[in-house]
């Protein structure tokens, strides 16, 4: 990935898109060169156009790195409006593009949500991040490496956390992701008395964010005195949820085609 090739960066909101993006701008040989956010969420057609007609945009210069982020926001207009642009002014071989995606896009371009054309042009590498739910042994790693960071960033020194401080957050259900382990991770850096990180510590704080995972699991539980086609449904929303709404794998683990389970998540509709 150190050429020009676009590449796409998907995931759950939370899954850490826009950090690992930053490692790739990071690692790249662009690293010099400035990095251009557009954060597409924000975008209209007014700012579409300032941002790819108007000769003094950075869109103009070369060898920059351009985050487009949330570009899954983008009204079907705007995405034509992209395709257009993208195409004319032959981004993609004069910068790095490196943009972000919340969920599938295959998904949403069978769905017909999202430009098919668009995504020819933007996706030369697509890389399809996990939910820390799902990879729980990347806890232990992701919050020793922030500590770090913190300890840089703040006026206090934390050596370390307790093993069972680690075994908490390492079971907890982070319902938002890597955003929500890293804010608590500096609120327990903040508050902390001692030089470790206390499972008391991680206790106080975790229990103001919800369930923990074995209190999720337990609500997950089938109902099994319903119709076969209520239990049918229960269980495609189920494995839904533990996909992250990602069709493609929820399909795969049902033994159904993408297509299939399309048309089951309409009938329900």
């Known amino acids: 990935m150190s050429g020009k090739t676009p590449v796409v960066v998907c995931g ?10 930053y490692g790739l701008y990071a690692a790249s040989p662009y690293t010099s060169n400035p990095l251009i956010e557009v954060d597409c969420y924000h975008l209209n057609a007014k700012q579409c156009d300032k941002l790819f007609k108007d000769e003094r945009s950075p869109l103009f210069e070369n060898n920059y790195t351009i985050l487009f982020k949330n570009l899954n926001a983008l009204s079907p207009t705007l995405q034509n409006l992209f395709t257009y642009y993208l195409e004319n002014l032959e981004l993609t071989s004069r910068h790095k593009v490196i943009c972000t995606f919340t969920g599938d896009m295959g998904d949403l371009i069978a769905a017909n949500q999202f430009s ?15 939910s820390i739910n799902h990879k729980p042994e990347l806890i232990v790693s992701i919050a020793r490496s922030y500590l770090n960071s913190l300890n ?16 908490l957050l390492e079971e907890h259900h982070w319902q938002y992701g890597i955003s929500q382990l890293q804010t608590v991770l500096k609120q327990l850096v903040i508050q902390s008395n001692s030089q470790f990180i206390t499972a008391e510590n991680v206790q106080t704080i975790l229990s103001h964010l919800g369930p923990s995972k074995s209190n999720a699991s337990r609500d997950t539980r089938l ?4 119709t076969l086609d209520d239990i049918t449904k229960d269980v495609i929303d189920l494995v839904l949820k533990e996909e992250s709404m990602n069709q493609t794998k929820a ?5 159904i085609s993408r297509s299939t389970l399309w048309k089951k998540l309409k009938m329900e509709t």
């Open 251 to 255: 399909a795969k683990r049902l033994g």
């Open 116 to 130: 098919q054309n668009l995504s020819y042009l933007i996706s030369g590498f697509t890389i399809q991040l996990p």
């Open 152 to 167: 840089q960033e703040l006026p206090i020194q934390i050596a370390g956390f307790e093993p069972e401080a680690l075994k």
């Open 12 to 21: 759950s909101p939370g899954s850490g898109r826009t950090i690992f993006s």
């Open 223 to 226: 109902n099994l005195n319903q």
